[in-house]
């Protein structure tokens, strides 16, 4: 205890998000620097609305991944909500309820998925790869042959709009992250999601309705997908076949760099969402920097993999210091 | 109507044409100083340059004349324009594109001293707008002069983004796209440089097989990712096939673009159905995957009288040379080539001069077979050589 400053680094790097937070921080002098244009005002403004919907989704994917479950339907589940609440619009539904149906859409797919694997049984892991696939061919039947887009301006205001000059996206994730990270770190519920990832049958013998807090984490999944999608559909006004195919994948390296385990019982809201920002920031500096389009994924492939061999390498640290003192 | 095909291409002006004496005319008119640097450096142009040169330059009619090309390159003032280009995937047809548009900048830098700045991005996630918007944004910031746009979305999904390009002065031109579906004047981008995918593609893919066949026989389809394309393909595929009801689509699955897929669709239909006499892939990658399968599967490929005809379309390189070894049939060349040599033409002349493009701009195309196929070929040869900017 004689060395106060050791003991404080080791305490700090313990705060759940601190090496994605230095990454962040890093990544913003290097692209300032390397990247001029990148600190104009408009410029971060396009950042953070580009990361929203990966923050959003990735919420919902930290909360399935503490509990130790995975969702790959996510994406699709984004399509789906967004092909129902354009449609929803068009046939003349007051926005709000079109809205609201939107978000249920998505509520219901990760009903589906919980129902078929807490009830049913299914692995998880089997049963969205299942929704992935019926959910993407509903999205298909819905705007192959006819256009799903709606030019109604409150509907565009989601994504497109700011409130005081932030973007109101932006708002919507920061009020979705607040909730969702007090809930997950504070309440007995999140606790719960927690003590089901590290060990399920002592928290069952603890008193935990395993299966419950199991259900619960996909329907906030879906309801996360179902937000993020309606949010795409409003920035790109419509919505298209393919829409959110890929983003699973996105989702869960957010929540990995942001220090969630995929083995469960590790992660938290503000880890996710910082990851999301640097894969916005990673890729929107790449692109101010006009690198070669191949060497852009490879990039972003080592980036991937060294930000998450550092943040192990951060807990080894740590916990050799815990040891040590 | 049954001689669509041939009326197309004769009725068409040549644009390669006009070029050709444009460079002749011009090379002519700067004389032996450009024709020294337009034969140093390895550029389409010097073969041009060199017809002018030995054959009667006198009588031929150029593309402008000195005084003119001046006044040109005196507004260029030896500017850089800063281009963006991308596409929903990279894939060898948008190497193409890429490379027509490679031509068409060397030209205008030997002819008018303009510089070029090229940025190409293609979206991590095959057909991801968001990405494609996300590229724009960072494109916009950095003031590029032009954003060369082709998405798997409508119109409609990228306006919002157009409208803030504009705002911020960069100019935006789709290419690829068919236009034919939407109402142009709802699009805010300058310009569409592309072609029909009704009339000019699908429709032209069901005329050919028609008229192979006698108008007689049974065919399967594959098809691409659902969207746009796909939508227009079938569209004149069927205005096609509604004249020849003996015609009959007997199959379809979905290959998603991709030649893996693709062949193992046309394996599984033929297999279940081997006496079909023809299969139309909505794109080449997926028609050279049918081809395989007939392959694979001992069937025989058409010969001009019998076996199973497989036709695709974009007009690749390789779908031509198989097209020359006899294995694919025939495929709708959709321009290319042509299309990214328009493309900076459009873009060329609105950003020095302020000229105003057709708001759509449809290219030349064409039904390649075995009995066509060397010059589409030879074109595309020549693209791909021409280096990168």
Not at chain 1, 158 to 178: D, K, Q
Not at chain 1, 275 to 290: D, E, K, R, W
Not at chain 2, 21 to 31: I, L, N, P, S, V
Not at chain 2, 124 to 150: G, M
Request: charged letters at 15%.
């Amino acid at each position: 205890m004689n060395n106060n400053t050791k003991f404080d680094l080791g305490a700090l790097l313990n705060i759940e998000g601190a090496t994605v937070f230095f990454a962040v921080a890093v990544l913003i002098l290097f692209s300032s620097i390397f990247a001029p244009s990148f600190l104009t005002p408009e410029n971060i403004s396009n950042v953070l609305v580009q990361s929203v919907f990966v923050v959003i989704l990735g919420i919902g994917m930290t909360y399935v991944l503490i509990s130790g479950g995975i969702d790959l339907s996510v994406g699709s589940a984004m399509g789906l909500a967004a092909a129902v609440c354009v449609y929803c619009i068009n046939a003349g539904l007051p926005l709000p309820l079109a809205l609201l149906i939107g978000l249920a859409t998505g509520a219901a797919a990760g009903f589906v998925n919980a129902y078929l694997i807490v009830v049913l049984g299914f692995a998880d892991f089997i049963a969205t790869l299942g929704t992935l696939s019926l959910m993407r061919g509903i999205v298909e039947v819905m705007t192959a042959s006819t256009r799903l887009n709606s030019k109604n301006p409150e509907f565009m205001f989601l994504a497109g709009g700011s409130l005081g000059g932030i973007p109101f996206a932006v708002i919507v994730a920061l009020v979705v992250a607040i909730v969702a990270g007090v809930i997950l770190a504070r309440t007995t519920m999140g606790r719960a999601v927690y003590g089901v990832g590290l060990n399920p049958k002592s928290s069952f013998l603890a008193g935990v309705l395993v299966n419950r807090v199991r259900f619960s984490v996909f329907v906030v999944s879906g309801l996360c997908a179902g937000l993020s999608g309606i949010l795409l559909a409003s920035r790109l006004s419509s919505v298209h076949p393919a829409m959110g195919t890929g983003y699973e994948l996105t989702a869960i390296a957010a929540a990995a760099l942001g220090g969630a385990s995929l083995s469960g019982g590790r992660g938290s809201v503000l880890g996710t969402a910082l990851g999301a920002l640097f894969l916005a920031i990673l890729q929107n500096t790449l692109s101010l920097m006009s690198v070669n389009a191949f060497w852009f994924q490879i990039i972003t492939g080592v980036i991937i993999v060294l930000a998450v061999l550092m943040d192990g390498g951060v807990r080894r640290f740590v916990a050799q210091r815990a040891r040590a003192a | 109507m049954a001689d669509r095909e041939e009326t197309m291409d004769k009725g068409g002006i040549s644009r390669r044409q006009i070029f050709g004496t444009a460079f002749a005319g011009a090379a002519t008119a700067a004389g032996t100083a450009m024709l020294g640097s337009l034969g140093s450096a390895a550029m389409p142009g010097r073969a041009f340059a060199q017809d002018a040169a030995s054959g009667g330059a006198s009588t031929s009619i150029a593309w402008g004349d000195e005084a003119w090309r001046k006044v040109v390159a005196d507004k260029v003032a030896g500017r850089t324009l800063k281009i963006g280009f991308t596409g929903p995937a990279a894939s060898e047809f948008y190497d193409e594109i890429e490379h027509g548009a490679f031509a068409q900048m060397h030209a205008y830098s030997d002819l008018f001293g303009v510089k070029w700045d090229w940025t190409y991005a293609s979206p991590q996630e095959h057909q991801d707008i968001n990405d494609q918007v996300n590229t724009i944004e960072a494109w916009v910031t950095n003031k590029f002069d032009a954003v060369l746009v082709c998405t798997a979305g409508d119109f409609e999904s990228m306006q919002n983004v157009y409208a803030r390009a504009e705002t911020a002065g960069t100019r935006v031109f789709q290419f690829n796209m068919p236009a034919e579906l939407w109402d142009e004047n709802q699009n805010r981008a300058i310009s569409n440089i592309g072609y029909n995918n009704v009339m000019q593609a699908g429709y032209l893919a069901g005329r050919y097989i028609a008229k192979q066949l006698g108008g007689k026989g049974k065919m399967i389809l594959i098809w691409g990712l659902p969207g746009h394309w796909s939508t227009a393909r079938r569209k004149g595929l069927d205005i096609a096939l509604a004249e020849f009801p003996d015609l009959k689509i007997v199959g379809e699955q979905r290959g998603d673009y991709v030649r893996d897929k693709a062949l193992n669709a046309a394996m599984n239909l033929l297999q279940r159905d081997p006496d079909i006499n023809a299969i139309y892939g909505e794109n080449e990658e997926m028609a050279l995957g049918a081809s395989q399968a007939i392959q694979a599967l001992g069937l025989k490929a058409w010969d001009g009288k019998e076996g199973i005809i497989t036709i695709g379309a974009d007009g690749l390189k390789s779908g031509f040379e198989s097209i020359q070894q006899g294995q694919m049939t025939a495929t709708v060349s959709v321009g290319a080539v042509d299309q990214g040599r328009q493309s900076i033409e459009a873009i060329f002349w609105n950003l020095i001069f302020g000229q105003v493009p057709p708001k759509v701009f449809n290219v030349r195309t064409q039904v390649v077979d075995k009995t066509n196929v060397d010059e589409p070929l030879a074109y595309v040869n020549w693209a791909l050589s021409v280096p990168k900017i």
